[in-house]
Every structure is written in structure tokens, then in C-alpha cells.
């Protein structure tokens, strides 16, 4: 079974970069056929996707967010990275990351980041 984990800072400063890490286990990162999503939810809305990376490597992300937003991954380590920068409150959510195939499939269990001074 695959299980995600994010991890990283819950509270970031505005102006500074929120960089997110999600540790994948039970499949390499780099089978064929899936991608790794990170999607977001701000308080009280909807779920929003950021950007993703395909097994390849090769990477798309959400227009509002694409001059901000950077997608990595190590494959030694089997993680994959999300990098946002020029934070505002208005990036503050529960940032998930995500696999799937087509549709998303498995899910971590979310991380709250709170963009404050």
C-alpha cells in the first residue's frame, strides 16, 4: 500500500518561501503511469491544485501559481518537494500531496502552513 507524508514548517513568515517535503512509501516515485500532485485548501474554500510531476520527471502547475511554484523530487530518497515563494496569508492551507493515475488515488494526511509575520 502507498502512503504519503508531508512534512515541513507550519507557520511561515510573508515574503519568505514555504518549501513542503512529501515522503512516499510502498512505490517508487518514478513508476510509469502516475504522477505526484500537490493540492492545496485554504480555509473555508474548496481544494485547489498547485502543480504536479511525472514519473519522467516533467512538471505542470497550477496557472495562478506558476510564476511562484517549483516542483522537485530526490529519488534516492523517494520524496518530492514543493517550493512556493513570495508566500502571502492567502497561500495559508492545508497543503496535501497527492498520487495518482488519471485520478488522484492516494493521499497524505494533509499539513497545516500558516503564512504570518
Given at each position: 500500500q502507498?502512503?504519503?507524508?508531508?512534512?515541513?514548517?507550519?507557520?511561515?513568515?510573508p515574503?519568505?518561501?514555504?518549501?513542503?517535503?512529501c515522503?512516499?512509501?510502498?512505490?517508487s516515485i518514478t513508476?510509469?503511469?502516475y504522477?505526484?500532485?500537490?493540492?492545496?485548501?485554504p480555509?473555508?474554500?474548496g481544494?485547489?491544485?498547485?502543480?504536479y510531476m511525472?514519473n519522467r520527471?516533467?512538471t505542470?502547475?497550477?496557472?495562478?501559481?506558476?510564476?511562484?511554484a517549483?516542483i522537485?523530487?530526490d529519488?534516492s530518497?523517494?520524496q518530492?518537494?514543493?517550493?512556493?515563494s513570495?508566500?502571502?496569508p492567502?497561500d495559508?492551507?492545508?497543503?496535501?500531496c497527492?498520487r495518482?493515475?488519471?485520478?488522484p488515488?492516494?493521499?497524505?494526511?494533509g499539513?497545516?502552513?500558516?503564512?504570518?509575520?
Amino acid at each position: 500500500q502507498v502512503q504519503l507524508q508531508e512534512s515541513g514548517p507550519g507557520l511561515v513568515k510573508p515574503s519568505q518561501t514555504l518549501s513542503l517535503t512529501c515522503s512516499v512509501s510502498g512505490d517508487s516515485i518514478t513508476t510509469d503511469n502516475y504522477y505526484y500532485m500537490w493540492i492545496r485548501q485554504p480555509p473555508g474554500k474548496g481544494l485547489e491544485w498547485v502543480g504536479y510531476m511525472l514519473n519522467r520527471g516533467g512538471t505542470h502547475y497550477s496557472p495562478s501559481l506558476k510564476s511562484r511554484a517549483s516542483i522537485s523530487r530526490d529519488t534516492s530518497k523517494n520524496q518530492f518537494t514543493l517550493q512556493l515563494s513570495s508566500v502571502t496569508p492567502e497561500d495559508t492551507a492545508v497543503y496535501y500531496c497527492v498520487r495518482g493515475s488519471g485520478s488522484p488515488i492516494d493521499w497524505g494526511q494533509g499539513t497545516q502552513v500558516t503564512v504570518s509575520s
